[in-house]
């Protein structure tokens, strides 16, 4: 774009220089520090999703009229179910969260509720990719592909995008794919256990590896000669180069032995245990602390006894709801006492919520709900203690203030300096961006 525009005449020398220079600069390292578009209240951001449809009339969003019509009959084959856990209201605020999260209603001062969400699709598979690309019918890039792109990574021995997740959810590696970015900006895969990434520790001695890297390199860079603009290919240069520094750096990102018996208990992590939640949330702080931008924490994958998938089976609820609550509360407090929460972005969410009628009295269950449902936003440039937007008196529909999957992911860019419209990528004959041609920030949850 530069060199056409140079091409043309249109640009004077001075600036012609600068811009050259500095587009030279990013097609050397794609993941070189990026400046936001305009200063940010946040500098990363840890996004936790929760796979499978949270119900969000059972953890978010109380409807006593609802629970007062339980089993009664809406229309024939369609029968009222109210919720199974009470609500209580937590902190000054006195918003209220249901029993399955008291540890996350304890830091709800913190919170900007958002119970007006809506998905643009209503299976597990375009309301996941919807949620994290903006598009449910084809393949686009990641939010935190995107977030990667705009802004780079502040350590350069550790990818700017990082994903934690035991299994495969709805969709796939497709939630972190970079697609038509450059390969770099995918997301990494952390896989919870005792080898989270695979041949992290290094075989040889760091000297003979050092000699065997620097070979490499000098190799590379004569194949990129008179191949300078093909992006692909600098980016997977650099994605080898990255895995080389992860060597360096992640294993420490992983040794938990460093954080103190107070800090484990806070999450609730128990000795030896490399896999719980609690263990994500502990390693997602570690990995923000050392200049990740990104980092996303799945719970649950596509199998539906392991994710918040309640068709017939919504007392699960308890166990799931367990699994988390204190780690994600905790992570809250530990951000807090480290003084990182004021730049750090927490997100919580999930593709959808559950409708609130069942085709039977006494179902265990309930099914798919894109119409609206809840999601939440804590920490860097959050209005905390608030609840915005609403559904219905029965939670079946928005009642004000609707949220879209494009909206939050403007809101979330930008928190991070980024205006989502100016957040680009030429692929195709086209300029595409995350938000398609939809989206507007959520200006009232800002502080």
């Known amino acids: 774009m530069i060199r056409s525009l140079a091409a043309s005449g249109l640009l004077l020398p001075g600036l012609l220089s600068e811009l050259m220079a500095d587009e030279e600069s990013r097609d050397a390292d794609p993941l070189a520090p990026k400046p936001p578009h305009f200063p940010a209240k946040a500098k990363r951001v840890i996004f936790l999703f929760m796979t499978g449809g949270v119900s969000h009339v059972d953890t978010f969003d109380p ?5 007062a019509r339980h089993n009664r009959e809406h229309r024939p084959g369609r029968f009222y179910k109210g919720s199974d856990w009470k609500f209580r209201a937590y902190g000054n605020s006195g918003v209220e969260v249901s029993d399955l999260f008291p540890h996350i209603g304890s830091v709800v001062d913190d919170i900007a509720l958002i119970r007006s969400m809506t998905n643009i699709n209503g299976d597990h598979f375009g309301a996941t990719i ?48 970079s697609d038509f970015l450059p390969a770099v900006h995918q997301g990494a895969r952390v896989i ?73 208990d806070s999450y609730g992590l128990q000795p030896g245990d490399t896999t719980s939640f609690a263990w994500q949330c502990v390693v997602a702080r570690r990995m923000v602390e050392r200049g990740v931008r990104f980092v996303e924490l799945i719970d649950g994958d596509s199998g539906v006894d392991r994710n918040w998938d309640a068709h017939a089976e919504l007392d699960k609820y308890d166990r799931l709801a367990r699994n988390v609550d204190q ?6 407090n530990d951000l807090r006492s480290r003084g990182m929460l004021d730049d750090t972005l927490v997100v919580f969410t999930t593709e959808f919520g559950r409708g609130p009628f069942v085709p039977n009295p006494g ?23 608030m609840v915005f937007g609403s559904s219905d008196e029965l939670g079946n529909h928005v009642a004000e203030n609707e949220v879209s999957v494009h909206d939050l992911q403007a809101t979330i860019l930008h928190l991070l300096g980024m205006d989502h419209k100016r957040l680009t990528y030429r692929h195709a004959g086209r300029d595409f961006r995350l938000t398609d041609v939809h989206g507007h920030v959520v200006s009232d949850i800002l502080s």
């Open 63 to 67: 409807k006593p009229e609802l629970t």
């Open 130 to 177: 919807g949620l994290h690309t903006g598009s449910a019918t084809f393949n686009r890039p990641s939010i935190g592909s995107w977030v990667s792109y705009g802004l780079g990574t502040e350590n350069a021995n550790l990818p700017a995008f990082m994903v934690i997740s035991a299994g495969l959810p709805y969709a796939g590696d497709q939630v972190w794919g």
């Open 192 to 264: 919870p256990g005792p080898e989270p990434i695979a041949n992290l520790r290094r075989s040889d001695p760091i000297g003979s590896q050092q000699t065997q890297l620097d070979m490499l390199a000098y190799f590379n860079q004569q194949h990129l000669k008179g191949r300078e603009t093909d992006s692909q290919l600098t980016a997977r240069i650099k994605s080898f180069e990255t895995a080389a520094g992860m060597q360096l750096e992640a294993p420490d990102v992983f040794d938990l032995a460093k954080e103190s018996q107070t800090t484990l």
């Open 327 to 332: 780690p994600i509360a905790a992570l809250i």
């Open 363 to 385: 179902t265990n269950g309930r099914e798919h709900h894109a119409r609206v449902y809840s999601s939440w936003l804590c920490g860097a440039g959050v209005r905390g203690g």
